[in-house]
């Protein structure tokens, strides 16, 4: 078989995912892991969960162990993705000091998120040296894996790009030894909180994976829909509303079409167009339920994948380690 393009691909440690995690980003790690072409490695960024949230690490480890029970109870298979933990991976760190030597400052404070988020998270101190190298350990979590594909969303273009640009002034000094990540761009579904922006934990507006019936029921009933639509027989526009969207992701195509064109007449009300949805989304609430509580259930199966990820990580990093440090006359003989 031709050589299989390696994927490699992280996501913050936050604990249980949510709907919006489950379609943005894990749906397609699993689509992906399930191709023969491609070898997967996706792991819990907890190092660059630190870079924002280095005041309060204390849930760190639960926080992963959640994240974990629901990237399997979702499907995906830790015998088709290695999956493991970046802090479990020292030559992360080693090839984000050695690729630190080559990079520019300029180049990492001019990456927009670098000011959004300082500006955006205010009540944190992110003046720091850790916050300002996120990018750059980025860079060293594919480099350390030679991965051709990253699959990321809209907002880590940059860092992608900033992480090709690094690994090219590697290559001008060393030789080419390391891989140009290119982004893997996927069109993830859109999936609005409770309160009409984007669904994320910072906002409070999440629906777990498998939340109980009662609880799916309630927030749903009570989301925000299309604003403009404040009467029963104002006529809606679906794209303004978050329940549209989750029937787009949850409904059968006839239905999706029907809810548009019912939405648009005010033939239907939100009430009902809700309780729609909700049949559709609570046996997929149950089904999570039932596969998380199957896992939970042998909890060792966990620490066993991770484990055994863990070790597969840190060989075909050692690999590239092993290269880097030739390329860069740093390796030693015998001596130790
Ligand atoms: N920066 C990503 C995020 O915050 C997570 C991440 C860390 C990542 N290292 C990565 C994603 C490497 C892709 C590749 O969402
Ligand atoms: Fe949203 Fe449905 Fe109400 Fe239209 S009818 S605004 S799609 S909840």
Redesign the pocket.
């Known amino acids: 078989m031709a050589e299989r393009k390696r994927v490699?691909?992280?996501?913050?440690p936050t604990g249980r995912l949510h709907l919006g995690n489950l379609h943005g980003a894990l749906a397609n790690w699993i689509e992906l892991s399930k191709r023969d072409d491609l070898e997967c490695f996706f792991f819990s960024?907890d190092w660059?969960a630190l870079t924002t949230g280095y005041a309060a690490t204390a849930a760190i480890r639960a926080d992963e162990r959640e994240m974990f029970v629901d990237m399997l109870a979702a499907g995906l298979d830790p015998a088709r993705a290695t999956l493991f933990v970046q802090s479990a991976v020292k030559e992360h760190a080693e090839l984000y000091l050695l690729l630190g030597m080559v990079t520019p400052n300029p180049w990492l404070e001019r990456i927009p998120a670098f000011k959004e988020q300082q500006q955006e998270l205010r009540d944190r101190e992110l003046n720091t040296y850790g916050f300002l190298g996120y990018p750059l350990l980025?860079t060293a979590?594919?480099a350390a894996y030679r991965a051709s594909l990253?699959p990321?969303g809209q907002d880590?273009l940059a860092?992608l790009e900033l992480a090709r640009e690094i690994v090219r002034r590697f290559h001008h000094f060393y030789g080419d030894v390391l891989v140009e990540p290119q982004p893997l761009l996927t069109k993830a579904p859109k999936v609005w909180g409770t309160d009409g922006r984007k669904m994320s934990k910072s906002y409070g507006n999440t629906i777990v994976l498998g939340e109980d019936e009662e609880s799916t029921r309630r927030k749903i009933l009570r989301a925000t829909t299309d604003p403009a639509r404040v009467r029963r027989q104002d006529p809606g526009n679906p794209e303004n509303c978050g329940i549209f969207h989750l029937h787009e992701i949850y409904s059968s195509p006839e239905r999706v079409a029907e809810v548009d064109r019912g939405c648009r007449t005010a033939a239907i009300g939100c009430v009902d167009c809700k309780r729609g949805l909700l049949t559709a989304l609570l046996p997929a609430q149950a089904k999570l339920r039932e596969r998380r509580e199957a896992i939970l259930a042998k909890p060792a199966q966990v620490d066993e994948a991770v484990s055994a990820g863990n070790e597969e990580a840190r060989r075909v990093a050692g690999e590239t380690l092993a290269a880097v440090r030739d390329a860069m006359h740093l390796s030693r003989g015998a001596g130790g």
């Not at 490699?8 to 913050?12: F, N």
């Open positions: 490699v691909s992280g996501m913050r960024a660059h980025m979590d594919v990253v990321v880590q860092h």
